[in-house]
């Protein structure tokens, strides 16, 4: 398994993407250049209608609602959090217009992660780790922050703080073994499985930007996409992690052969699609988050999950539920302060 210290260099471990890190200097977050990309993020993010009165009651429900979201994927502290992985001064691997940086600041990654799960499961070495381990009926909330945390600190976060969870995440790892429930021994740190688990969820968080987000990336920033999620993946010990969408889709097709459906990913598909942990008030938008997450899955997984949705269904129904679903996600988290969400550290400036 590969680890890497603090002190280790971006260039040690991923050399082609060293030019990412020339634009995260002192220089480039003062530049004129820099103020004129991050404009670009904010019309993408800046959905609130021109003349929405912000001391009327729509407003704040938009508030109450985008509080009400962040606290479910960022946890109780969610402000502080926040306040620690995009104020802390220091260099980072990405920038505001990167692909990474766009992909998993947009919320189409609500869609995304549903896709991901739903994928992810049908290993059984991948779903046994994480009914074995996770905790996923008794703290879902729990474990949807402790991904969103890693994912937010390793693609907005400085290098230093990327690195440290990093090594978190690989001592867990280390300490993550069983039998799955075809009787094969797994390993946490098995670098197959961590493989399968970051090609499944790269390709889940690309397919919901492609088909959710008003702005999509164009063929080669996909390509930069996979390859800039290169980087924080060789830190958990993935030693060929994809560097373009057509080998991130070669190697997926080259774990077809270990996938099967297992008593377990069945009662966890059943979990994410119809018995999820949320009130009742929240079950309509829910769904129709789910239904865009359903509607990405391949179609092969969809048969073996046992999800009846056609690819007609899937396009003509399910596509239009994910789209509104998104939409009203991107509305509600557009009401907290801009400054929560577009890294002031990459203005020069704190919160």
């Not at 991901?116 to 070495?125: G, W």
């Amino acid at each position: 398994m590969i680890t890497c210290g603090a002190d280790a260099t971006i260039t040690s471990i991923v050399p082609r993407q060293a030019r990412f890190r020339d634009r995260t200097s002192p220089a480039w977050r003062g530049s004129a250049l820099a103020d004129d990309r991050l404009s670009i993020v904010r019309t993408t993010y800046d959905s609130a209608p021109a003349s929405l009165d912000p001391s009327g009651p729509l407003h704040e429900l938009r508030l109450a609602a985008g509080r009400a979201l962040r606290a479910k994927v960022a946890g109780p502290e969610a402000r502080a959090r926040t306040q620690e992985i995009w104020g802390t001064p220091g260099s980072r691997w990405f920038t505001p217009t990167d692909p990474i940086w766009r992909v998993h600041n947009d919320a189409a990654m609500f869609a995304g992660g549903i896709t991901a799960l739903l994928v992810q499961m049908l290993h059984p070495a991948a779903m046994a780790g994480v009914g074995d381990f996770s905790g996923y009926k008794s703290d879902p909330w729990g474990r949807l922050q402790r991904t969103a945390d890693y994912i937010a600190v390793t693609t907005f976060g400085t290098i230093e703080a990327a690195e440290q969870v990093s090594a978190r995440v690989a001592r867990i790892h280390d300490r993550v073994s069983g039998t799955d429930e075809l009787g094969r021994p797994y390993r946490g740190n098995d670098p197959d499985l961590l493989l399968w688990v970051h090609d499944a969820e790269i390709d889940a968080f690309l397919r919901a930007y492609q088909a959710y987000s008003p702005t999509p990336l164009t063929p080669a920033e996909a390509d930069t996409y996979v390859e800039q999620t290169a980087i924080p993946a060789r830190l958990l010990g993935i030693a060929d992690p994809p560097l373009t969408v057509a080998q991130l889709r070669s190697q997926l097709r080259g774990f077809r052969a270990d996938l099967a459906i297992t008593n377990s990913a069945r009662e966890a598909s059943r979990f994410v699609v119809l018995h999820p942990p949320v009130g009742l008030a929240a079950r309509p938008a829910y769904g129709m988050l789910v239904a865009g997450g359903v509607a990405l899955v391949p179609g092969f997984a969809r048969r073996m999950l046992g999800l009846p949705l056609g690819p007609r269904a899937a396009r003509w129904v399910a596509r239009p539920f994910g789209h509104a679903a998104v939409a009203g996600v991107r509305w509600a988290l557009g009401g907290l302060d801009k400054a929560n969400r577009l890294a002031p550290a990459a203005r020069g400036q704190g919160l």
